[in-house]
């Protein structure tokens, strides 16, 4: 039975708002968790980073075996049993994980959670509508937003605009086409042609700026990655516009101007948008209780918190950053808010992120182009993984190293890497820039060898020299 009053109302079971519940109740609070799938998880659980990674392991394996004579002639197969199997072992992941998180938070006392959606009526009160349709008021002292963020689809013209995939609708498709073209160069669009191209889906990204990933990498990362899209057999049209998107029998044809001003269409079996993502604020009634939101998120300040004092927001509902590491660092952040007032702020300029492209993409803290924005003098410098030893053992003899250095402070404000096992070394590059180490910190460590993260040492020696 579901209780009327609550200390912390929290809307949202994913990453930004599950740890915050959590957390709360521990600390003696009585919490309610409303979710409207009534899962635990959010989008990165059941619709992109968790889905997506297991697409990734299963074409990584079938590309190598592939490189086999057995897997020559495993290649010649119909794909759909690989794809029959990723989307079983998709399933069971998902499953577990949700319901592992589930039994952890009924563990909790003074954690109540129900499958619902929760719609504001004033600062302290919100009627919730049940899955099973049953409607009830509650009230709270305070409350934390975390309720995600939506695929945003452009308005291309076209008669079939309605029938293009989402990356969270592919994830539920029963087969893969034979082709597809895939509107957005950002993050998800690249990782999913790589791993696509893999599984024998021949992609080709339509990207609307000047590059793929533009101002989210270094530039000089750009070059090498499009590379290596080609050479994986897919194409890519950057400063390209999408005109329209139609249908017939015999698939897709999407319509674009290309860099050049010239009007090109490709025929493709199905078309996905990667094009951004929109605050999921539907359904919440915030203009009733005067929160301030925009395209890009619901406005809070250092603290989380938003305009109505004592209501805070995390995760992909907000302006900021949007990855699943990043809202978990943000709902403990609210969390201490809520618990001993508003003493802890959130600092992004320590946030870390992997794309996990081929060869691999992590980044911490200030870009190049964000320091000298902010005011930075800077020196940057750069170590080549076609010298490493332990990048030529592997057969991944490519890719940089960026260190991004304030240059009054020796501070290394800012590490970018590129090469094929980056995620597995942005750790240190993490705890590098949020322990504000200096060239001479990193410089005094000793590395082992052979490894990549020797690459560490040896870039800081020598921008000391």
């Not at 805070?312 to 978990?328: C, E, L, N, R, S």
């Not at 320590?350 to 020196?379: C, D, R």
């Not at 010298?387 to 890719?399: K, L, M, R, V, W």
Request: charged residues 20%.
């Amino acid at each position: 039975m579901m209780d009327n009053n609550y200390d912390v109302l929290v809307i949202g079971g994913g990453p930004g708002g599950t740890p915050a519940a959590m957390q709360l109740a521990s600390r003696g609070k009585k919490v309610l968790l409303v979710d409207k799938s009534g899962k635990l998880g959010g989008a990165c659980l059941f619709f992109g980073c968790i889905p997506s990674k297991i697409i990734k392991y299963a074409a990584d394996e079938y590309a190598l075996i592939s490189r086999t004579a057995y897997g020559r002639q495993l290649a010649l197969q119909d794909t759909g049993v690989i794809w029959k199997n990723i989307r079983a072992t998709m399933d069971r992941i998902l499953s577990s994980r949700s319901d592992a998180a589930l039994q952890r938070v009924n563990r909790i006392k003074g954690l109540t959670f129900v499958a619902g959606t929760a719609r504001f009526v004033s600062n302290h009160q919100v009627e919730i509508e049940e899955s099973s349709g049953k409607k009830k008021s509650c009230t709270f002292e305070q409350a934390i937003i975390s309720t995600g963020s939506v695929p945003s689809i452009p308005p291309f013209g076209g008669n079939s605009v309605q029938n293009v995939l989402t990356s969270e609708m592919l994830f539920k498709q029963d087969a893969l086409p034979e082709s597809m073209v895939i509107i957005g160069g950002g993050p998800i669009g690249v990782e999913l042609a790589q791993m696509l191209a893999k599984l024998n889906v021949k992609c080709t990204i339509i990207e609307m700026l000047d590059t793929i990933l533009y101002g989210i990498v270094e530039p000089e990362f750009v070059d090498g990655l499009t590379q290596k899209l080609y050479e994986s057999n897919v194409s890519v049209y950057a400063s390209s516009k999408v005109l329209e998107i139609e249908r017939s029998d015999r698939g897709f044809s999407t319509s674009f101007i290309d860099a050049h001003g010239d009007t090109q269409t490709i025929q493709s079996q199905q078309v996905m948008v990667t094009a951004g993502r929109l605050p999921n604020v539907k359904d919440l009634n915030l203009e009733a209780i005067g929160i301030q939101f925009s395209h890009s998120g619901i406005a809070v300040n250092e603290y989380l918190e938003t305009h109505v004092k004592g209501i805070y927001a995390t995760g992909d509902v907000i302006q900021g950053p949007k990855f699943a590491h990043t809202a978990t660092y943000e709902a403990h952040i609210a969390a201490a808010s809520i618990l001993k007032g508003n003493v802890q702020k959130a600092d992004f300029s320590k946030n870390s992120w992997v794309l996990f492209s081929e060869p691999e993409i992590a980044s911490v803290g200030h870009t190049q182009a964000e320091a000298l924005h902010n005011g930075y003098e800077i020196i940057t410098g750069s170590y080549n993984f076609e010298i490493d030893a332990t990048a030529q053992i592997s057969g991944n003899p490519f890719g940089l190293l960026k260190f991004v250095v304030d240059k009054k402070t020796q501070q290394i404000i800012g590490v970018h890497i590129f090469t094929q096992g980056a995620a597995s070394i942005i750790g240190e590059a993490a705890l590098i820039v949020s322990r504000k180490l200096t060239l001479q910190d990193v410089a005094q460590a000793i590395h082992p060898h052979p490894t990549l993260t020797e690459a560490f040492g040896i870039i800081a020696i020598n921008m000391l020299a």
